[in-house]
């Protein structure tokens, strides 16, 4: 048996899948997704394990109908059942009639109540890191990209998209018949769809917002700037590679900022603050259209390799775009998170590397801002370490000689040697990949707009402060220290109103200093605010601060079954191992 990924129960030595062609009708009223998927392998013959994960099977045949043998495993937590399949000598694909769970964890049911219309109901899909197997059963590791076709059927008031390019939609009397097909090849983890009440605006040429149509406005406004952010991308990585780069604003439960689907990428509503001041999540997900969709890591061992050099992509954009004063307070405030997560996992110090072993433990429960921001310090100690212009020629090489690859790290840092000699030892790069925390000597974020915050250290800020950006606010209230007393967090808000504050990355900043410094105003607006997003960078801190703040234990136990079914499955479980680690 040859299992590479240890979330995938994929065997290497089996056929591997190449191509999928799924057909799948939406039932909002029975909560499920009935659906056949028809895989296609590199060669035919004996078995074949696919990964699933509550998925109701009806029936595996070959392509001409003639039954399958097949079986299903005992359902593991973490992988979800194995399903073999055992293909005759010389037939090399095989059709699956399943139906999806009630609790498929990659898809979300929205009530009309829980989306900003009121009127219909909403479906979306989250199938980073294993959920993909919730929704389709496939060989759910990265290691084996797959293309497909799809036609998706839905109520006819109703808009599907896929995160793939959208070839017709047809009437049928009450149901809409729509087909996509995506012809590059993608990791599974990368298929996406959602479904509801939809309207859309064109941004530029390549790029439409896509929205419920309360929202659609607003969006459009927020993210009229993508044009030039294809532009600079593009100057860093070469040609956009993916046709078009649409986006999707999807209701507030989305668990994340972003999600980097291709061609359609998913994304909070709390980036809509109205004064473009968070569209840095764009140029984010963006980028991962080379690093990550283009480029992908072989397993979420490997994850940094998305999210490092996605975050290293996105501050080269944005330095373009804003200049490198506004980067350094990006960078200081990510340095910032990283060293919170470093101390959160205090106890599991092995997930602090950059390279883990994730066998036996649940790709979500690893997630931290570990892969992100230190991947980040690392290309940027490689980048000091052998100039601009070089690492600029490396980072084009990267993307030529992985192009529609999955790779491991192991891989990466062959091509490093190869292209640039030395200087993994110059940085002592077995300290960053396979070492826990963060390197001493990592670079340090300078501005003399973070000098000037960073000097205030726990001091009330000048009047002037009002007219921070909400990088100067988060770099300024992350480092007061927890509890804070009382008089300068009544006056903080007396001065500048930060328990109203409309941009929700200054509010969380806030409330979780506040919070654990027993400001009342706080407390009374982090309890409402947990029941408006369910985005997770917002939701853990502000669990977090209530489990660890002066009597405020119960009231993160009571907010947590309050508003659960708000959340998605992977933010409800995030949240609940919080309250189990705190207790
Ligand atoms: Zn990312």
Not at 163 to 175: H, N, S
Not at 329 to 354: C, K, Y
Not at 506 to 535: C, D, K, M, N, Y
Request: negative net charge; glycine residues 8%.
């Amino acid at each position: 048996m040859a299992r590479l990924d240890p979330h995938s129960h994929t065997d290497l030595s089996q056929p591997r899948q190449r191509h999928l062609s799924w057909k799948a009708e939406v039932d909002f009223a029975g909560r499920t997704v009935r659906a056949t998927a028809s895989l296609r392998f590199d060669r035919g013959g004996g078995p074949v394990d696919l990964d699933s994960r509550g998925l109701q099977l009806e029936q595996v045949t070959e392509p001409d109908g003639t039954p399958l043998r097949f079986e299903l495993g005992e359902p593991d937590p973490i992988l979800g059942q194995r399903l073999r399949i055992t293909l005759p000598p010389g037939v090399n694909a095989c059709v699956i009639r399943y139906r999806t769970g009630p609790e498929a964890s990659a898809l979300q049911w929205l009530e009309p109540e829980q989306t900003a219309g009121g009127k219909a109901p909403f479906l979306y899909s989250q199938c980073q890191a294993i959920h993909a197997r919730s929704v389709v059963p496939l060989q759910d590791t990265p290691r084996l990209r797959i293309t497909y076709d799809a036609e998706l059927t839905l109520p006819a008031g109703l808009r599907g998209l896929m995160a793939a390019a959208a070839v017709d939609r047809v009437l049928q009397g009450e149901r809409a018949v729509e087909r996509y097909r995506m012809d590059e090849p993608i990791p599974p983890y990368l298929f996406a769809f959602a479904v509801g009440d939809l309207a859309s605006r064109e941004l530029g040429p390549r790029s439409r917002v896509w929205a419920e149509p309360s929202v659609v406005e607003r969006a459009a406004h927020e993210f009229a700037g993508v044009d030039g952010m294809l532009t600079s991308a593009e100057a860093l990585f070469g040609p956009y590679p993916w046709g078009r780069f649409d986006l999707l604003v999807l209701p507030p439960s989305f668990p994340y900022g972003g999600m980097e689907n291709p061609r359609l990428t998913f994304l909070t509503p709390t980036l809509l603050t109205g004064d473009r001041s968070l569209v840095n999540v764009v140029a984010h997900e963006l980028s991962h259209s080379w690093t990550g969709n283009m480029v992908s890591n072989a397993s979420a061992e490997d994850f940094w390799l998305n999210e490092g050099f996605t975050v290293f992509a996105e501050r080269r954009i944005l330095e373009v775009l804003e200049g490198p004063d506004l980067v350094a307070l990006h960078a200081a405030v990510g340095r910032q998170t990283l060293d919170e997560a470093v101390a959160n996992f205090r106890d599991r110090p092995e997930l602090t590397r950059l390279r883990t072993k994730l066998e036996g433990v649940d790709p979500d429960d690893a997630f931290s801002q570990v892969p992100y921001e230190k991947g980040y310090l690392f290309l940027r100690t490689l980048e000091e370490a052998v100039g601009g212009p070089a690492f600029d020629r490396f980072l084009k090489r990267y993307m030529d000689a992985f192009r529609f690859r999955s790779i491991t790290t192991e891989e990466l840092l062959e091509l490093v040697r190869a292209e640039l000699p030395g200087a993994l030892e110059a940085v002592d790069a077995p300290r960053w990949i396979d070492g826990e925390g963060v390197p001493p000597g990592a670079p340090v974020a300078r501005s003399s707009r973070l000098e000037q915050v960073e000097g205030l250290k726990a001091q009330l800020p000048p009047p002037e402060a009002r007219d921070w950006s909400p990088w100067e606010w988060q770099v300024y209230l992350n480092h007061l220290p927890r509890p804070s007393p009382a008089e300068l967090m009544t006056a903080l808000d007396e001065r500048f109103h930060l328990t109203e504050a409309p941009n929700p990355e200054v509010l969380v900043a806030w409330l979780t200093v506040a919070i654990r410094s027993g400001h009342a105003p706080a407390i009374q607006r982090a309890e409402a605010f947990l029941g408006e997003v369910g985005r997770m960078k917002y939701l853990k801190p502000l669990y977090a601060a209530l489990i660890a703040g002066p009597g405020t234990r119960s009231l993160a136990e009571a907010c947590a079954r309050r508003y659960r079914k708000r959340y998605h499955v992977i933010a409800a479980a995030g949240v609940d191992a919080l309250l189990r680690k705190g207790a």
